[in-house]
């Protein structure tokens, strides 16, 4: 029999070799079946992924989001967000957890974004971090925050940069481990009315540089596909959207060549669009 530590050791490993364990998580069904290669890309799930990007967001939008970390919900992901553009800039607030009863990690974001001019856009957000171990072991409490960049270098391509946690925080008092630093940067090519093609480079400043890339078609109204790849784990993405006048639904789905599938699955509503 597998004890607690056991269980909570085992489940901890398997989140880790995802990229999480209080690092930055990409939250998104769309930006899930492009192979989360979405730092240049404008889109609702920007307020966690690059808050820049929220500038040019045009309505009060709300989302929920749910990820099935390799089929076990143990390792479920759970996400809602809210981005409301204002003349002052736009507004995001942003709320995931991962895990269950015995260890989870709550992530809650305070995001703003506004443009310089008609090519760049910046935005920053506070981040509060707690993880929850159970059995007495108790909560640790911490703070962060992140910045983005948005250029448009061409009438079709984007180019963002994203850096999470720049400054070293500690996750224990006294100790030396931090929360993973991660840089991030790429780019967006609208090729066509159908076709869009997103790259990008992430990179924890102690792991290997990890590559994505992702392709959007726009089959026929109201659909859209998605595809993507990564490296360090290789992996590969794949998803589909469905677009209403006001409602966008993704559906999407990771595969590891070891852990196997992560479905994903995100529903973004428009609630008014700005002036």
Known sequence: MVGLRGLISILLALHLSAGAGNGLVIS??????????????????AVRNNQAAM?????ISAGVYYENRFL??????????????SRLGSFGLSFSNFGFSLYNETIAGLGYARRFGRYLSVGVQLDYL???????????????????????????????????????????????????????????????????????AEKELKEKARLK??????????????????????????GVGLHLSRLDFHLASSYHPVLGYSPQASLVFQISRKN
Not at 136 to 153: D, K, Q, S, W
Not at 213 to 225: D, N, R, V
Request: aromatic share 8%; charged share 15%; net charge positive.
């Open 130 to 200: 707690r993880t929850h171990i159970g059995e007495g072991y108790g909560n640790r409490n911490l703070i962060t925050f992140e910045v983005g960049l948005l250029a448009h270098p061409g009438r079709k391509m984007t180019i963002g940069v994203h850096v999470y946690s720049p400054y070293p925080v500690k996750m224990v008092r006294g100790g030396k481990e931090t929360i993973p630093t991660t840089i991030r940067m790429g780019g967006v090519y609208q090729c066509s009315s159908k076709i869009l093609i997103t790259v990008e």
């Open 72 to 85: 076990m919900n143990e390792l479920s992901v759970k996400a809602a967000a809210l981005v409301i553009p």
């Open 28 to 45: 998104g069904g769309r930006p899930a079946g492009l192979g989360n290669a979405v730092v240049g890309l404008v889109d609702f799930w």
């Open 55 to 59: 500038a040019e967001w045009k309505s």
């Open 213 to 238: 890339a992702g392709l959007e078609f726009h089959a026929a109204k109201p659909l859209s596909l998605q595809v993507g790849a990564s490296s360090s784990p290789g992996m590969i993405f794949f």
